[in-house]
Nanobody, 122 residues
Framework: QVQLVESGGGLVQAGGSLTLSCAASGSILTISLMGWYRQAPGDQRELVAKITSGGNTNYADSVKGRFTISIENVKNTVSMQMDSLKPEDTAVYYC????????????????WGQGTQVTVSS
């Protein structure tokens, strides 16, 4: 069984910072990439940032220059430093991983975390 567990959400004032972390555990063989999506009430889930195991990153235009994603391959952990937060960053943030894990046979799948709330007050 593979799971992703997020931590680090919370309430912060506009202009403040938060760091989200996500740890993948279980019978993981390889991780191709990990990343973060977010979903605000009434909105669709959207990509925030993603990073490959080799360190290549991709950011949504709305967070470029403010958010920084990083990965620790040895620990199967992805983190995202969020600076200069704005009220429009308020959402539930979901971690995901494109990974191969051992079931009866090796299996590739996208695994999602349970989500962590980020609230930015104005």
């Amino acid at each position: 069984q593979v799971q992703l567990v997020e931590s680090g959400g919370g309430l912060v004032q506009a202009g403040g910072s938060l760091t989200l972390s996500c740890a993948a555990s279980g019978s993981i063989l390889t991780i191709s990439l990990m990343g973060w999506y977010r979903q605000a009430p009434g909105d669709q889930r959207e990509l925030v940032a993603k990073i490959t195991s080799g360190g290549n990153t991709n950011y949504a235009d709305s967070v470029k220059g403010r958010f920084t994603i990083s990965i620790e391959n040895v620990k199967n952990t992805v983190s995202m430093q969020m600076d200069s937060l704005k009220p429009e960053d308020t959402a539930v943030y979901y971690c995901y991983g494109d990974l191969v894990y051992m079931s009866r046979l090796p299996r590739r799948d996208n695994i999602w975390g349970q989500g962590t709330q980020v609230t930015v007050s104005s």
